[in-house]
């Protein structure tokens, strides 16, 4: 195994047997030996459930990895056997490194222990000597945060104080490799942000991570690389963008239809960054309106025919089909170059093959990277829906907004959600659908993605001068 692989999967495939009564079990264990005896050809009385199905992947050090997937799909079982909890039925797997886990809520505690006997039980497993767990112990308490409760037995815990513990228990062992199986998403909103700051200091450090998530967002911000699993077997291994674009196309098809996306998602090939998540660069943002204005509005706004987007993916046609996506200005001219602070026009339309009711449009601008930025729809709120909308009948859709984002490349996406045959659905969805980008400006003050308009005020004191204060 190579020194720069510090989980290394080949050929696992993991088969559970499912009984449909109780005593098919005894059946199971005795009949078919009966019947090989006396001649007979054993009959089965379970049912072969391959929760994986040949599974193989490396991850290097350094790498933080997405898993994806419907549930069922076999993302937890699949953990569950890297971690070494369960054992393929075929296959081998190699971790090099100490791993710490958080697969489930309090896997590993003891319901009887209190929260501090848990913490050294825990940490001793993961390898930790009892010196070693004293010296740690108040840093593990101080960000579980769960005050005079890690005295008391675990039973009377809250579901957000079990994965308190759970999570400062694993990261606080300081982990070569952290796995994690959708924990955090119990967790209040401080404590999330929180764990995924420490998160981003074990990828700092070099830290190998594994981590499985339903939230899209999550895992093209802290992932590099992700990898899409459906039916036990892994369809996809790219980047976070187009995985999980894929797997929003998947996620709601069944039957026939969802074996054809199936099979046209492992003829994709994604491209997989061959190091840490690219960030986005934090170059200067916001700007001084009266100085960008001052300057010719033909270098500022216009129209790139080149600016098109490479990661459009458009969604099945549920009776709508979105069409001819543009940005316009004021004088309903179409570009794709826009001035901080205008204000723009964002159209697309809707050819409606089938009669459908209480329809709503909507949109969403995208990083580079797939970070949603923010959206707009009519489908939440009633006065905005469409009633009906008859088949054959088009739609136009207009938003209006204000370019308050910094410089740099977007995506926008397009959506309509309505009832058609008495079933409420996206109707169409256009995932990436136009690119734009936004000028840059001089003397910019604001950072990151949204200008909010901040005015610094910057006093130097000289030595020996009198400090003041703003009084209360």
């Given amino acids: 195994m190579s020194s720069d692989v510090a989980i290394r999967v080949q050929g696992v495939s993991k088969h559970h047997l499912l009984f449909r009564r109780p005593e098919d079990r005894l059946k199971q264990s005795i009949l078919p030996r009966l019947q090989r005896i006396v001649g007979r050809t054993p009959k089965t009385y379970y049912k072969d459930f391959a929760a994986l199905r040949n599974v193989s992947f490396e991850v290097c050090r350094g790498e933080t990895v997405g898993i994806v997937g419907r549930n069922g799909a076999g993302k937890s079982t699949l953990l569950q056997i890297v971690c070494g909890i369960l054992r393929p039925t075929e296959g081998a797997v190699e971790v090099r490194g100490r791993i710490a886990a958080l697969l489930e809520l309090g896997a590993g505690f003891n319901s009887e222990f209190t929260g501090r006997e848990n913490v050294y039980i825990n940490a001793a497993i993961l390898g930790l000597t009892k010196s070693e767990i004293d010296r740690r112990f108040d840093a593990i308490a101080g960000f579980a945060d769960i005050g005079q409760f890690i005295e008391q037995p675990v039973k009377t815990y809250s579901s957000g104080m079990y994965v308190r513990l759970a999570f400062a228990t694993a990261i606080n062992v300081d982990p070569d490799i952290l796995v994690v199986d959708e924990a955090l998403a119990v967790g209040d909103e401080a404590f999330r942000r929180k764990c995924f700051a420490r998160i981003e200091e074990i990828q700092q450090r070099g830290g190998t991570i594994l981590f499985v998530s339903h939230s899209a967002q999550t895992v093209v911000q802290l992932c590099n690389r992700a990898m899409l699993i459906d039916s036990g077997e892994i369809l996809l291994d790219a980047d976070p963008k187009t995985v999980v674009s894929q797997y929003q196309r998947l996620v709601n098809l069944s039957g026939e239809e969802g074996r054809t996306v199936r099979d046209e998602i492992r003829s994709i090939t994604g491209q997989v960054p061959a190091r840490a998540p690219a960030r986005l660069p934090v170059g200067p943002a916001g700007a001084r309106k009266e ?78 990277s797939g970070f949603g930025i923010g959206g707009a729809t009519t489908a939440h709120k009633r006065a905005l829906r469409t009633p009906r909308v008859g088949a054959g009948a088009s739609v136009r859709v207009r938003f209006e907004f204000d370019c308050l984002l910094l410089p740099g490349t977007y995506f926008l996406n397009a959506g309509v959600l309505g009832t058609v045959d008495g079933h409420q659905r996206y109707l169409h969805r256009v995932l990436d659908g136009l690119a734009f980008r936004v000028m840059s400006a001089d003397e910019l003050v604001a950072t990151t993605l949204v200008n909010l308009n901040f005015s610094p005020d910057i006093i130097v004191f000289p030595a020996g001068a009198a400090k003041t204060s703003v009084a209360s």
Avoid: H, W
């Fill in 291 to 368: 100085q960008a204005r001052a300057k010719p509005a033909a270098l500022l706004e216009g129209f790139d025919p080149k600016l098109t987007p490479q990661s459009c993916v458009e969604y099945e046609q549920n009776g709508a089909a979105i069409r001819d996506l543009r940005l316009l200005n004021a004088r309903e001219e179409q570009l794709n170059i826009l001035e901080m602070g205008r204000r723009y026009t964002y159209e697309y339309f809707v050819d409606f093959s089938a009669e459908a009711f209480e329809v709503g449009f909507g949109m969403l601008v995208n990083t580079t």
